[in-house]
């Protein structure tokens, strides 16, 4: 028997695509280049202190996201997508995944004019700072086998 895909796949796929292809630097409170600046000075042991603190309780402390992360919960909010190469993660470049962590996913997505989508992450940018965010995505994109880590490099090196 062939695997069965999620129920809502296609459209949160179809919605996270649309997010990606209109994300804009203009939308995103920090530049690609002041993004890429951060990046530059990111420490991934202590990236992994500060996932293990901030982000764990909802990601999942293996990076493997909520159970029926592509299927909205009752309340319509989706559940946390894992951050390992199962997951969307590695499909953003960094200004992208900057911007979604220091705005929090909802706010980023209607700055996209993505208002359909519930998100529940929050803004991380108040306790976590532009050391600490950058920090957590270095740590993030360690944990990628190496495909995955160059897909994502060379959707960054584009912006």
Not at 18 to 27: G, I, N, V
Not at 54 to 80: F, I, K, M, R
Not at 125 to 132: A, M, S, Y
Request: hydrophobic share 40%.
């Amino acid at each position: 028997m062939p695997p069965t895909r999620p129920r809502n796949c296609l459209p949160a796929a179809v919605m996270l695509s649309s997010a990606l292809a209109l994300a804009a630097p203009a939308a995103a409170q920090t530049p690609a280049d002041e993004v890429a600046d951060w990046m530059k000075r990111a420490d991934i042991a202590r990236g992994e202190k500060i996932y293990a603190q901030s982000c764990a309780a909802c990601h999942g402390v293996n990076l493997e996201g909520q159970e029926n992360w592509q299927t909205p919960n009752a309340d319509g909010v989706y559940p946390a997508p894992p951050h390992d190469k199962n997951g969307h993660t590695w499909h953003h470049p960094d200004q992208v995944l900057f911007a979604i962590t220091e705005m929090g996913g909802g706010p980023y997505l209607a700055a996209q004019g993505v208002t359909d989508f519930k998100s529940g992450m929050p803004a991380f940018l108040e306790p976590l700072g532009k050391q600490g965010i950058a920090d957590v995505l270095a740590y993030i994109q360690s944990t990628w086998p190496e495909r995955e880590r160059a897909i994502q490099a060379s959707r960054t090196n584009q912006q």
